[in-house]
């Protein structure tokens, strides 16, 4: 029973580059959530989608930073012209259903800006 | 708005003592709470939960927590500390869609835990 997944594990991009990272929820689970863990610091929600819906968006930066879960495939964090300040660990997890409290984490990505 | 507060960013214990994290909530309602553990480079794992019921949970590896709800406070205890424990703790609040608010966990900063032989 494959938990969540996400990739890559580990990214480095330069300054004004892309970075897309990519997260498949667990087998049955239609909930995905983003969260983002700077260096010494804890985990900060970001954003909350299910298929095809953004539900709750209140910890996304305003701008640079998209997430999207498509119909079919991976949960996909988007961020454009990266910056150092973006360097940070980004976690995914999901859920079966809308009001289950209980979230099912991956490993994370790291991503280090140069 | 919701809140969790960890007071103590670094504790070191020696291997063998018993332990104690502190976790205080601000929240509304009755809470979902959560204690996970970080190791360095790694994901997050899940210790123990608490939902309802019986406000002593037992968790993985050793570890337990009480919610007490006169102090908002959800603390994690071992009774003896093994070396292995060594890494981050993170408590956090599961919001469960209460009021209208999305379903989604709020973290608490951490606590570094330290174990000397």
């Known amino acids: 029973n494959a938990g969540v997944m996400q990739n890559p594990r580990h990214l480095v991009r330069r300054r004004g580059q892309e970075a897309r990272l990519r997260c498949s929820p667990m087998?049955?689970?239609?909930?995905v959530y983003w969260y983002r863990q700077l260096p010494e610091e804890g985990l900060k929600f970001m954003v909350y989608?299910?298929?095809?819906?953004?539900?709750?968006e209140s910890g996304m930066p305003k701008e640079r930073f998209s997430a999207e879960f498509p119909k079919e495939g991976p949960s996909i964090l988007r961020i454009q012209q990266v910056v150092r300040g973006d360097s940070a660990a980004y976690f995914c997890?999901?859920?079966?259903?809308?009001?289950?409290?209980?979230?099912?984490f991956g490993e994370g990505s790291r991503l280090t800006v140069l | 708005a919701q809140s969790v507060t960890q007071p103590d960013i670094h504790i070191t214990v020696s291997e063998g003592a018993s332990l104690e994290l502190r976790c205080n909530y601000s929240?509304?309602?009755?809470?979902?709470l959560f204690w996970y553990v970080q190791s360095p480079g790694q994901g997050l794992q899940l210790l123990l939960k608490?939902?309802?019921?019986?406000?002593l949970v037992q968790g993985i590896k050793g570890f337990e927590a009480e919610f007490k709800r006169s102090q908002s406070s959800f603390n994690l205890r071992k009774p003896s500390v093994h070396w292995s424990d060594a890494a981050e703790y993170f408590c956090?609040?599961?919001?469960?869609?209460?009021?209208?608010?999305?379903?989604?966990?709020?973290f608490g900063t951490g606590t570094l835990l330290a174990v000397q032989p």
């Open positions: 608490y939902f309802s019921g019986d406000t």
């Open positions: 997890a999901s859920s079966p259903r809308q009001g289950e409290p209980e979230l099912f």
């Open positions: 929240y509304g309602a009755t809470p979902y």
């Open positions: 956090a609040v599961g919001l469960g869609g209460y009021g209208g608010a999305t379903n989604k966990l709020i």
């Open positions: 989608l299910q298929k095809e819906n953004i539900i709750d």
């Open positions: 087998k049955g689970h239609s909930h």
